[in-house]
């Protein structure tokens, strides 16, 4: 669903506004997602700390939020923080990408405010440091009536790990209702049957369950991975790799995204109609072609 606030075009810097007149308006992505890679590199060819690279990828996420929201972008997931980083960088870097994110929560939320931004985070942030997650469920609040630009910050992120999380919520509800019921889970599957398990039911129970898969996803520094990002969202998104490093990355480069989204043909897995042959004799099987 396209949002209905005014259009903020003229808010655009040139840059940005040289590319958007290149669009179709008709056709602009209702969801974006971004895997913000390079921060390392970016600081490494200035032989700078890769602290450096992320306190410059930080000032990138601002600039991008603020075009997505002046285009009028209903939904912009930005893949900030996964649950490997969290495993495997040296604690000194996650400290430093944790008080980075407050820092940024802290100084943007009113500028969230006055972009009608609304804020909100998947992953799971129940295991970040308690200071952090209070510092995230604040600017959620301060944010929350905000109707434009959903902002979704993935934070001790994994994919496989919301797939695990979305299995124990159906067999949570599925228990839930056998209690309910005063029946055993057995009795409930005899009636109801595995069936009743599909893509929906577990979709529901995705950490993004409220908003729709994205229709591209872009990735920053020419890496060719997904990284367990939104693995079940993605399956009919459009990829936009780039080789810029996140820090050197603007609005004008989200709007180059979209433009390469836009000469993409979308199928989803089914024929255009100029695929189609079905008007076509067949050479090999003539007789059932006629019949
Ligand atoms: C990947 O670069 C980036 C990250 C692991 C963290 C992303 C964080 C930010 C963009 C800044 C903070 C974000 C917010 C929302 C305030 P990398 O370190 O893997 O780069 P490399 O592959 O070049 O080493």
Not at 25 to 54: C, Q, S, Y
Request: charged share 25%; net charge negative; hydrophobic share 40%.
């Amino acid at each position: 669903m396209p949002l209905t606030q005014p259009l903020r075009i003229h808010e655009l810097s040139p840059a940005e506004l040289a590319m958007y007149r290149t669009l179709d308006v008709e056709r602009m992505p209702e969801h974006v997602a971004i895997i913000m890679d390079g921060n390392g590199r970016w600081a490494g060819n200035r032989t700078l700390k890769r602290f450096v690279g992320h306190q410059q990828g930080a000032e990138s996420v601002h600039f991008v939020v603020e075009a997505a929201s002046r285009i009028n972008l209903p939904f912009l997931t930005l893949y900030a923080f996964s649950i490997e980083n969290n495993l495997r960088r040296p604690r000194s870097e996650v400290g430093f990408l944790m008080k980075l994110l407050r820092n940024y929560l802290v100084g943007n939320v009113r500028r969230m405010n006055d972009n009608n931004v609304r804020m909100r985070y998947i992953g799971r942030i129940q295991d970040l440091p308690p200071d952090v997650v209070e510092t995230m469920r604040w600017a959620e609040a301060e944010t929350a009536r905000n109707t434009g630009t959903t902002l979704t910050l993935a934070l001790n992120y994994g994919s496989r790990a919301e797939m695990v999380d979305a299995t124990r919520g159906v067999l949570q509800d599925l228990l839930d209702e056998a209690h309910r019921r005063r029946c055993s889970v057995d009795d409930l599957l005899s009636v109801s049957g595995l069936d009743s398990v599909d893509e929906s039911t577990l979709a529901r129970h995705l950490y993004t369950h409220d908003m729709p898969d994205p229709d591209l996803l872009i990735r920053t520094s020419g890496e060719m991975r997904i990284s367990n990002f939104l693995l079940w969202q993605i399956a009919y998104s459009e990829i936009f790799v780039t080789d810029r490093l996140w820090p050197d990355f603007r609005g004008e480069h989200l709007l180059e995204g979209i433009a390469a989204f836009q000469q993409r043909n979308r199928r989803f897995g089914g024929l255009d109609t100029e695929s189609s042959d079905e008007d076509l004799p067949d050479p090999l099987m003539p007789e059932l072609v006629r019949s």
